[in-house]
């Protein structure tokens, strides 16, 4: 009964691959987000979606594209791995727009080393 | 300047002892505000709102200052459970979050 999940929990790939992360959440919430966390511990958000509309994307790269097939769902597509996406990447949702007071419940987390 | 700062840490005390944090965030448009724990390797979990009256959850209390847009969490009587990093959170409008960089508590006993 998992209420945000994330998979696979540990990614171990090579410069230049493509990867993906899942995420699903079980909270009945309408938007989504992707924070990046580096080996500082700094926690930055990268991409929000509200009932399957981008609504942030913080100057990411354009190698990573999220895809939201449903609400319940926000997958990361990573094209070209480099060494410094190395991070843990964390999925999150909450029930509206967080412009207002509702929670962000955040996954278990991906971390991805790239070699 | 970043759009949240927070006390550098790290903060080391014994059993007990009594805590605080601050937080300043630049963004006099902010809307809401959270302090948030997370442990090693884990994900960051909701510790409590704040809100401009103040609020109180058991030994924590939580205070926002609008008008100095200044944010702090008190921790009374810390025990060893209460070792993590603890993030401050602000909400601005079109839904996004800008999260501190943390403060790390150590209460040892």
């Known amino acids: 009964d998992t209420a945000v999940s994330q998979t696979p929990k540990y990614l171990v790939t090579q410069m230049g691959n493509d990867k993906s992360i899942k995420c699903e959440q079980n909270l009945g919430h309408d938007t989504m987000y992707w924070y990046k966390q580096d080996s500082k511990k700094f926690l930055k958000i990268m991409f929000s979606y509200n009932n399957k509309e981008l609504i942030i994307n913080e100057t990411v790269p354009n190698r990573f594209s999220p895809k939201s097939p449903d609400k319940a769902h926000l997958n990361l597509h990573i094209n070209s791995l480099e060494l410094g996406d190395s991070a843990v990447y964390f999925c999150?949702?909450?029930?509206?727009?967080?412009?207002?007071?509702?929670?962000?419940?955040f996954g278990p987390g991906t971390r991805l080393t790239v070699l | 300047r970043k759009e949240v700062e927070q006390d550098p840490g790290p903060f080391n005390v014994p059993e007990g002892a009594t805590v605080a944090f601050n937080c300043t965030y630049s963004?006099?448009?902010?809307?809401?505000f959270f302090w948030y724990r997370q442990d090693c390797r884990k994900e960051p979990k909701l510790l409590m709102s704040?809100?401009?009256s103040g609020n109180e959850d058991g030994r924590f209390t939580a205070q926002l200052n609008r008008a100095s847009q200044y944010i702090s969490l008190l921790i009374r009587d810390s025990k060893l459970s209460d070792s993590a990093t603890y993030l401050c959170v602000v909400n601005g409008n079109a839904g996004k979050s800008t999260f501190g960089d943390g403060t790390t508590l150590t209460v040892k006993p």
């Open positions: 963004n006099s448009a902010s809307q809401s």
């Open positions: 704040v809100y401009s």
């Open positions: 999150a949702s909450s029930q509206t727009v967080a412009g207002a007071t509702d929670t962000q419940y």
